[in-house]
């Protein structure tokens, strides 16, 4: 079975695709803009799809897997020009959100036992 891409691969991927470029990655600065140029695409096509703006005859059609796609690519650009791994990026806010907010939510087999014991 594929596992598919790590993190690893798609951030060595991007920068193999930037590389071939003389101009290289844009300024984070920049980057930034384009995340929010990218952030408010996404929120475009998410409101025509599950909010009350339905969009005009006149706008082209677009996935929310592409702006999605559109932001991770992005995010991997500015992590790759400040040198970030993503892996690890990750692995930090998993743990945080593990150890800090672990008892922030209710769980699943938490609120089923609950249910039981009514």
């Known amino acids: 079975m594929d596992k ?21 990655y844009f300024s984070p600065l920049a980057m930034l803009a384009r995340l929010t140029e990218e952030l ?30 559109d932001l991770l690519f992005v995010i991997i ?13 990750h692995d930090y806010v998993m743990n945080k959100f593990n150890t800090r907010d672990k008892n922030r939510w209710t769980r699943i087999n938490e609120e089923m036992r609950n249910e039981s014991d009514e």
């Open 77 to 89: 650009c500015l992590a790759n020009s400040l040198n970030i791994d993503l892996e690890e990026a």
């Open 40 to 69: 408010g695409e996404l929120a475009r096509e998410i409101n025509h799809t599950f909010g009350e703006k339905p969009k005009k005859s006149t706008e082209a059609e677009k996935a929310i897997e592409e702006e999605l796609g």
């Open 4 to 24: 598919g891409k790590s993190m690893k691969d798609l951030q060595h991927e991007v920068d193999t695709y930037i590389g071939q470029f003389k101009e290289g």
